[in-house]
């Protein structure tokens, strides 16, 4: 079975700052990864999505993640944060290709930018 | 995202009552799920539907019940609710073309049981 790590819980950044959020997962296959922004009282977004191809991955709002095969990582990254980035961070994985859609998430990390 | 609806979008229960919650869909897709959220722990999944005829259990399905009545429609039940079933309930849907699967989410419904 697959899991996701997200290691950062909460991070606090001032507005400019460079962002990056770690995302680590397991599964020994070819996967598909996803990472999702969950805005105060919203549903869930998706940012950006990786399935193959350039490992660098360019989603909406300036954010990009990088998958590196041998880290069994996704990590998102954005040079220049935002006051309206502020908002919880998903990173998900699943394996369809082996028949395994079910998307696993992390646990998510809680970003808040100071203006 | 707009194509995915939940209803209610917010529900104060008692201990015992039965509760349904309702997910509908305009996309078209044959996927749908049931999670929900806790504060620490993400998304877990409660159960899923690949089509009208097919329904799992997700990893924590016990104390909830679902049907698909419609390629659109998939219900979740909360038989009996108990405290601990206070969450954020999320609908997805997702459309797998043979190598991705990439799910759309729902509002989300708030679910407190007293």
């Known amino acids: 079975a697959q899991s996701v790590s997200q290691h950062n819980h909460h991070v606090i950044l001032s507005e400019a700052a460079s962002l990056e959020l770690g995302c680590n997962y397991s599964y020994g296959g070819t996967v598909n990864l996803f990472w999702y922004v969950q805005y105060p009282g919203q549903h869930l977004q998706l940012l950006l999505k990786y399935f193959s191809g350039d490992p660098l991955v360019k989603g909406i709002k300036g954010f990009e993640a990088e998958f590196i095969k041998s880290k069994f990582s996704f990590n998102l990254r954005k040079p220049s944060v935002q006051w309206s980035d502020t908002a919880e961070y998903f990173c998900a994985v699943n394996a369809p290709f082996f028949g395994n859609e079910k998307l696993t998430f992390g646990t998510g990390t809680r970003l808040t930018i100071i203006p | 995202d707009a194509d995915v609806t939940q209803t209610p979008r917010n529900r104060i229960t008692k201990t015992g009552k039965r509760i349904m919650l309702e997910c509908s869909q305009t996309k078209g897709h044959d996927r749908m799920y049931w999670y929900r959220q806790d504060p620490g722990l993400g998304l877990r999944l409660i159960y899923y539907?690949?089509?009208?005829?097919?329904?799992n259990k997700g990893e924590i399905s016990d104390g909830y019940s679902v049907s698909r009545q419609a390629q659109a429609k998939f219900s979740l039940s909360l038989e009996s609710a108990i405290p601990n079933q206070t969450a954020l309930y999320f609908c997805?849907?997702?459309?797998?073309?043979?190598?991705?699967?990439?799910?759309?989410f729902g509002p989300g419904t708030r679910l407190t049981v007293l």
């Open positions: 539907s690949f089509d009208v005829k097919d329904i």
């Open positions: 997805a849907t997702s459309d797998f073309d043979g190598i991705t699967d990439t799910q759309y």
